[in-house]
């Protein structure tokens, strides 16, 4: 058996089990790899995963809060994990002299390769390319590093705000991108909000620096929070006639990579969205 998992604090209520188990099930993979998940802290990170490969994982998808902490015990890492200074996605590989005895236990020497497919999987959850029209990156975590990586490569112009404008100078200044302090909607084809506002339940419009009233037909506005409902920054969107994405589709496409770069297999994306939302 190959076991992959995402590990994350708390882990309990992450959807990556069931769309990756169903994909696996629709791969015709279902005997041969499982998917779980695995809570483990930000103390222990660093000593579970090296061992992980001996357990019989070939891979983990990696969620908060530990995505700088999969960078940074890396033996080799994709160009976006590197730039975004964060990794979704590990995978344990016999290192180029694979099967030499790396410790005294006699488990063969493992490389510990580590990718980020949140980029690329904000691009692919878009209905078109992000090259026309300017994009507007609301906040500068992690989330936010991503999404201005991934926009700024495929070639968009990319605005960032944040609460603390410092943290978006920041960003901007790294990443490729401008920093706004007052942005106005309408100058933007693509909006995406990376920060925790509307996570519980907030009006979005008291914190954000948008009136939902702003939004028009053409636009694409992008939603990293998701739950049972459309958050209220994507409902005021989809009434005002814009196009709009939420997390939870981002997830499946960055889940559908990872799966990808495990398996060397296309991911059964429709397969998974349904899971994910089942
Ligand atoms: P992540 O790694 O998930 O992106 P993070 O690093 O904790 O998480 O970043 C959270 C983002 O949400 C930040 O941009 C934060 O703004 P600050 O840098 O000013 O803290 C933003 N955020 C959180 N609560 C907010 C609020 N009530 N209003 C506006 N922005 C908020």
Redesign the pocket.
Known sequence: MKRLAVLGFPVGHSRSPAMQTAALAELGLGEEWSYEAVEVTSEAFAGFVPAMAARGFAGANVT??H?RAALELADEASEASRAIG?ANTLSFELAEDGGVPASEAGEAAVAIRADNTDAAGLIAALPGSPKEGGALV????????AAVWALARDGAEVAVW????E??EEIAAELGASAVAAPAAADYALIVN????G?RG?DPF???PLAPEAFEPGQVVVD?VYGEKPSGLLAAAARRGATVVDGLEVLVQQGALSLEIWTRRKAPVGTMRAAARG
């Open positions: 908060v809060p995505k964060a609301l906040g500068a975590g992690g989330a936010a590093r944040n609460r603390t404008a943290r978006a990376t920060t925790a506002v996570l907030e008291e914190h954000l990293m």
